[in-house]
């Protein structure tokens, strides 16, 4: 039977022995316990105690409800009875006095606690933590003290003890030279350390096993610190040892659990932080949040006069002066951060989370907090700690009418009661009811009701009236998300809808994720550094977070964007210009989650975005035109030679980078990417050999009448550039005959001249600068390789070609393509030369057999069975590239049509002059253009070797759509079988290859 509100005996309120305002004498709610029989046993126990066994007969001959209400908490709420068989005689005195009385006595006791040593005042804390707790239970359950006085002795034992911890940890400091107190008595008083109690704590209303969130400060200027001590140093050991003598664990138990991570940018500040430093972050960094959780704010321990002036200096950071427009945004802000979507998902009773979940405490708190903000900075009356009387004070203030002041006056209590006894349970910081009627009954039980249903339609009415209210508050708001559930990325707990949210939208790491996005609103970032930047990002929440969840690697692609955000250098323009173009923001995010390395390039160039933004950007590549273009509008605005090396490297970058977003989203075909790098480095070759020039005629002039040109081989040559690839070049020049030197104020032998010249290009082009490199540059094509001269003499040049060059040097010619040169003529005299040594009658099985051998060579010692080795593997790139190479020097002298600097265009030539079966052409060319669309994703995607296991899905996702097959499975059988034509057809047209020795 419950005798409670809902059905209250009174007769018991004057018996004589333990009565005059004793606990026994007051109990007006008698929990029903679910298993009495059970219950009875333990009480069994209590009446056997020698010391107290008589006096708890006594008291259940005077006292009808005792038994029933001891059997009630025994059977219900296992941490209580376990107080209560711990210390008998403690149990009965609790009974036996008035509560009120009891818990003044307790905080005083704990508050004046002292001890010689740490184990010592640990364990005078705790035993009179476990007094509080038992006697707050037990006049809680039975209706002897209300809420008020409950939430207020748990804040108010949270002092005592810090207060005890604090003086205790400062005597120490004392006693070892460190530290002088202005009072010995009380080493806190005048030390510079404030403590701040925040939350709950600090607005005195507590929950039963609330943890205690504080913030610690102190006071350089103040502290009185003593040989050779540093405040820093020693306020942090400090605070490192007070949460040990609050939290940790002993037999006793433990005092409170402390969390320190209110405190401004916990993940990168010391546990104690200078008032100075704090300052500066408030009035700079401070967030929306903070100024909610600092209404709270109260000095709770250690120097409490400087905790007071500290909460003063920050008056204007909580609030503000004037009611403007801005003000306004900025609790709007807030509003859209913790805003729960209305109108999806029922409220239920098991399992629920009476703080968090909807119609929870939490919205009880935000309704009054944001109206607080609102309106605090212009009546300070509404600037109060306490929810229940800023309830009060905003309908005094017309805020709010009455009847909603006592509806969720009523539900707060309510709900708070609720979350007590579930806490009372188990001793667990949790507000989630239990999922089981079992456990659910021993709640309503605890809340006095005799049965499960009167307390579910009680709790349903209860969160259905905050339900209604709250959504008032956000009635005309924006949701956050109206599509994707709960999205809130404030305070330091994570939202557990908003982690429900992150996983169904493909998170695997959700907490991880929201600690993520939580860190950018710490100013750590210069890109986020500014009130306005963050504002702005948050505006952007719901359409970023689900642009990278539809990258399909959205943890990935997230750690991508978050690497990206640190190196931004700003953020403002960038998060404004992604809220106005959705579809730049998706494109974006596909970049982060399927090419980290372009990712990079962005975080440098932010503007290279903007481009994106112009429409020709979805249309034709850049013409040669184009580039030079541009690129010339650059240059021509570079005051000095190294300013114009910079300016190329941007523009180079932003290009490759703007080429790679045409793949990524599928506006160029993978076939024309190497194309269209190879024609962006001819220009910037050619303009680069230009400054050069200039350059070093500063000092050496330059040959009169000589002229100088750049041969492109390899990649660039064939205009089959990657992302990757490096610039195979020769530098051919020729002089007059009668000309020694060049004519500047130094001038230089001609071949030291042009010597110079080529080591100026390479630095040029490859030099790291603080713009980056542009290209790595390779000159070993040049005659006689590395052994011969830097620069070479056009004459010598043909002499060598014709002489000594060995076969793979007139393979590597066919791809020989001029440029950049001094004069149109040079360079056709150039590529007349090389067509004449192309077209040379050849011995056609001397030639297999040495490009059968070379290829034996090459595979000897870098052969591999990866199939996703495209150049290497057997019937890869270099196979084809090979037989390519080999059937123009076999056939050009008869036919000099089927010469073509690009391995695809020298096929097709070979195929149309009949020098090639057109069975064998279609199983090369296939295989050649899937290889190249492959590599072409790989290099711009990723930096290092490709693993398919360890890759991010969007780089496995565009290898799909570059190939056209319809999985990542299908591609790698059609790799193998390419790879196995193409090495068939090789060994047919060519001869056999050595095998691979592993």
């Not at 890109?527 to 952007?540: I, V, Y």
């Not at 290009?655 to 599928?666: H, N, P, T, V």
Request: aromatic share 6%; charged share 25%.
């Amino acid at each position: 039977m419950n005798t409670s509100a809902h059905g209250q005996d009174q007769n018991n309120q004057t018996q004589p022995d333990g009565g005059g305002g004793s606990l026994v004498g007051r109990i007006a709610t008698v929990p029903a316990a679910p298993d009495p029989d059970h219950a009875a046993l333990f009480l069994k126990d209590l009446l056997d105690h020698a010391e107290a066994g008589g006096g708890f007969q006594e008291l259940l001959d005077a006292h009808s409800h005792l038994q029933g209400f001891l059997l009630g908490i025994i059977g219900n709420s296992p941490f209580l009875r376990d107080l209560m068989l711990t210390d008998p005689p403690r149990l009965l005195a609790i009974l036996k006095e008035a509560p009120e009385a009891r818990l003044e006595r307790i905080m005083g006791q704990a508050r004046e606690a002292r001890a010689e040593d740490e184990a010592g005042i640990m364990r005078v804390l705790r035993l009179l933590k476990q007094d509080l707790a038992l006697t707050l239970g037990l006049a809680d359950i039975s209706g002897t003290i209300d809420l008020d006085l409950v939430t207020g002795a748990l804040a108010g034992f949270a002092d005592a003890a810090l207060t005890a911890a604090i003086r205790f940890c400062l005597d120490d400091l004392t006693r070892r030279g460190r530290f002088v107190p202005h009072d010995p008595e009380k080493p806190e008083e005048g030390s510079g350390l404030i403590v701040l109690a925040m939350g709950k704590h600090g607005a005195d209303e507590l929950n039963y096993s609330s943890d205690i969130d504080l913030i610690v400060l102190y006071d350089p200027d103040k502290a009185p610190m003593a040989g050779g001590a540093e405040a820093p140093v020693e306020f942090v050991r400090l605070t490192r040892r007070l949460v040990k003598i609050m939290q940790d664990r002993t037999a006793e138990g433990y005092v409170f659990r402390t969390d320190l991570r209110l405190r401004p940018d916990p993940g990168a500040t010391p546990l104690a932080m200078s008032v100075p430093a704090a300052l500066v972050y408030y009035e700079s960094l401070g967030q929306n949040w903070e100024r909610a959780a600092l209404i709270k704010a109260r000095p709770c321990a250690g120097d409490i006069p400087a905790g007071e002036q500290f909460l003063h200096e920050i008056v204007p950071f909580i609030w503000r002066k004037y009611l403007d427009f801005a003000a306004i945004a900025d609790v709007q802000s807030i509003k859209r951060q913790i805003h729960m979507h209305k109108g999806h998902g029922a409220i239920a009773v098991a399992g629920h989370n009476v703080k968090l979940g909807r119609g929870g405490i939490r919205e009880v708190e935000f309704f009054v907090q944001t109206q607080q903000l609102i309106a605090g900075g212009r009546n300070p009356a509404l600037r109060g700690r306490r929810t229940l009387d800023m309830l009060d004070a905003l309908c005094d203030a017309d805020w709010i009418r009455p009847e909603s002041r006592d509806e969720l006056a009523d539900a707060y209590r309510f709900l708070r009661n609720v979350e007590h006894r579930i806490q009372m349970l188990n001793d667990e910081q949790t507000q989630l009811l239990p999922k089981d009627d079992e456990g659910l009954a021993r709640v309503a039980a605890l809340m006095g009701f005799d049965g499960l249903k009167p307390f579910e339609t009680a709790l349903l009415n209860q969160l259905k009236t905050v339900q209604h209210h709250y959504a008032e508050l956000f009635e005309d708001e924006p949701a956050l998300s109206s599509e994707l559930g709960n999205l809130v990325f404030t305070g330091d707990d994570h939202d557990p809808g908003t982690l429900e949210t992150l996983s169904g939208l493909g998170f695997k790491q959700p907490s991880e994720a929201a600690a993520i996005i939580k860190s950018w609103h710490f100013g750590r970032y210069p890109c986020t550094r500014s009130t306005k930047a963050r504002e702005r990002l948050t505006e952007m929440h719901p359409a970023l977070i689900s642009a990278l969840a539809a990258t399909d690697n959205a943890d990935v692609a997230l750690r991508a964007f978050d690497n990206f955000m640190s190196k931004l250098p700003a953020g403002v323009q960038l998060f404004s210009l992604l809220r106005s173009n959705p579809q730049l923001l998706t494109l974006l995010a596909t970049t982060m989650g399927a090419a980290p390395r372009m990712a990079e390039t962005v975080s440098k160039r932010v503007h290279v975005l903007d481009a994106v933004l112009d429409p020709a950007f979805f249309g034709a590549m850049p013409s040669v035109e184009e580039f030079r273009n541009g690129l010339d509008r650059t240059l021509a605005q570079a005051r000095f030679y190294e300013e114009a090396l910079d300016r190329a490297r941007i523009f180079a970058q932003e290009q490759q980078f703007l080429i790679g977003l045409r793949l990524i989203s599928d506006t160029l075909s993978a076939d024309r990417v190497g194309f269209a790098l190879a024609r962006l480095a001819e220009v910037v070759v050619n303009r680069i050999l230009t400054q050069v020039i200039s350059h070093v005629g500063e000092a050496n002039g330059v040959v009169p009448g000589g002229n100088v040109a750049v041969l492109a081989m390899g990649k660039l040559g064939g205009r089959e550039m990657t992302a990757a690839s490096d610039l195979d070049l020769i530098l051919l020049y020729e002089a007059p005959e009668d000309v020694k030197q060049s004519d500047g104020k130094r001038p230089l032998a001609i071949t030291q001249y042009y010597t110079r010249l080529t080591q100026r290009l390479v630095t040029a082009l490859s030099a790291p600068t603080a713009e980056g490199s542009l290209y790595e540059v390779d000159f070993r094509l040049r005659p006689s390789g590395n052994a011969g001269p830097l620069a070479t003499n056009l004459d010598g040049f043909i002499a060598y070609q014709n002489k000594d060059a060995w076969t793979w040097e007139h393979m590597a010619l066919t791809r020989g393509r001029v440029i950049a040169s001094s004069s149109d003529e040079f360079a056709q005299k150039i590529s007349d030369s090389i067509r004449e040594t192309l077209t040379k009658q050849r011995d056609r099985q001397k030639l297999a057999d040495d490009v059968r051998s070379m290829r034996a060579r090459i595979e000897k010692e870098k052969g591999t069975k990866d199939v996703w080795d495209l150049k290497q593997v057997a019937g890869g790139l270099v196979d084809i590239e090979f037989l390519a190479q080999f059937l123009q020097l076999a056939n050009a002298h008869d036919k000099p049509d089927v010469l073509a600097q690009t391995t695809e265009d020298a096929l097709e030539h070979l195929r149309d002059q009949n020098c090639l079966d057109p069975g064998d052409a279609e199983v090369l060319l296939e295989a050649l253009r899937l290889y190249h669309r492959l590599t072409q994703v790989l290099r711009l995607a990723l930096s290092g070797k490709f693993v398919p296991g360890e890759a991010p899905r969007g780089v496995l996702d565009l290898l799909v759509q570059a190939s056209g097959s319809p999985t990542f499975d299908r591609l790698e059988m059609d790799l193998a079988e390419h790879q196995a034509k193409v090495r068939s057809t090789f060994e047919r047209l060519v001869g056999t290859v050595e095998a691979v020795e592993s």
